[in-house]
Structure formats: C-alpha cells, structure tokens
C-alpha cells in the first residue's frame, strides 16, 4: 500500500505540475509573440495585417490546452471527482504494470538451467538456481523442489497450490481499476443529467426558452460526460494490456509447473 500511495502522489504532482508549466509557457510566449508582430509592423507596416492573422493562426491552441480550457469551463463538482478517477487508476495501472514487467522470467533458460543442476548437483542444486532468480515461476519451482523430499504428489499439490497464491498476487488489485473504468462515465453521465435539470430549472424560472439562458449550463453538463468518456477509454487501455500480460505469465507458469513435475518425475526414477 506504500508503494500505491508514492505512485498515487507522484502521479498527481505530474499532473498538476504539467498544467502549471502550460500556464508558465503560455505566459512567458505572449511577450515574444508581442515583440515579434512590433518588429514585423515596424519593418514593413503595409504587412502588418497580413503578419497579425498569420500570428494568430500559429497560435492556435494545441490539443492538450483544448482539453485544459474545455476542464476548466466543466463544473469542478464533477470534474474533480473525474479527474480523481483517473489519477488513482493511472496509479494503480502503472503499478501493476511495473510488478508484471518485474515478474517476466524467461522461462525457457530457467527451465533449462533447473534440469541441468538438477541433473549435475542433484535438488539442492535445483533449488539454489530457482533461489537466484526473480518471478513468481521461480518461486514456484522452489516451492515444488523443497517438497520432492515428500514425494512426487506431495511437490505436485505444492506446485498447485502456490501457483493460486502467485496467480492472486499477479491479479491483485486489478478489480479497482476495472471500477474505475464503471465510475468514470457514471460520474460524467451524473454530471450531466444534474446540469440538465438546472437548464431547465432556469426556464422554469424565466418563464421563456432563451438558447442564452441555458447554453452555457448544457455545455457544462455534456463536458462532464465527456470527459468522463476519456477516462474510461485511457483506463481501458491500460486495463486491458495488464489483464493480457497477466494470462501470459499464467500461461508461463502452467507450462513451467508442467515441466518441472516431469523433470522431478525423471530424477525419482
């Protein structure tokens, strides 16, 4: 939980860190844009018209400062508990994108190397390589060697039983982020039934249909479900390349504990 929360407070200062240097950088370059239409109207001022749309062409607003407009124009009711969505499930993702990645073993060396020293040095040997090597396939194998003493079901059942217990901790937490994903859009969708009750509730209350009236409280109640939208897509990227990593450590580890009672079945034999 620890680590969570460091990710958690490290992902939230990047964010709010990224939209104070947008700020910084707009404001120190509306001085230089400044200066440079004064240079250009002094040295050819029958162009300055034409230079002063150019300008404001190449200043049009980039894609991220949209987004940080639209953000800012939605209701901080229900932009915060959006944007709060995303940076706890960003965390929790990139967590277990860093345990998985440290979980990969290259299953076909280790398998190899176990059979060697097995076959050389006997099981002390088997274990002490499957101890030097990190990941939950090798933690298994330790498991299944330490109990060949007992016989080949009993290191069979420990193989088993301990591939449940690293299979859980490759899935831990994962559920949130699904949950996550769920939130995200309900909270903007909430956002956005709310504002469109107070649109009509401020017709109700004029007593005529002025589009001016509620244009702006309909803009606000569909930015929130938009928003809302993007988070889930994000996450769900995410989501979906830890859950296809997971399977194909499972897998690894299926076809791994298969090797190994065989190897161990050979050595008894």
Known sequence: MKRLFCILAISGLFTFG?????????????PAATEQVAD??????????ETSDEATVAEEASFTQEMKKRFIEGDPVWMGPVLLTLIIGLAIAIERIIYLNLSSTNTKKLVSEVESALKSGGVEAAKEVARNTTGPIASIFYQGLDRSSHGLESAEK???AYGGVQMGLLEKNVSWIS????TAPMLGFLGTVIGMIQAF?????????????????????????VFG???????????NYITAKTDAIVNDMEDASISLIDMLSDYKK
């Open 229 to 239: 939208l993007i988070v889930a897509i994000i996450l769900q990227v995410f989501y």
């Open 158 to 160: 420990s193989v088993v």
């Open 179 to 182: 949950l996550c994903i769920a």
């Open 18 to 30: 990224t939209l104070n240097a947008q700020e910084s950088d707009s404001t120190a370059a509306a």
């Open 40 to 49: 250009s109207a002094a040295v050819a001022a029958p162009a300055s018209s």
């Open 201 to 225: 509730d401020q017709i109700e209350a004029a007593g005529s249909m002025e589009p001016s009236l509620v244009a702006g409280g309909i803009k606000v109640a569909l930015l929130t479900t």
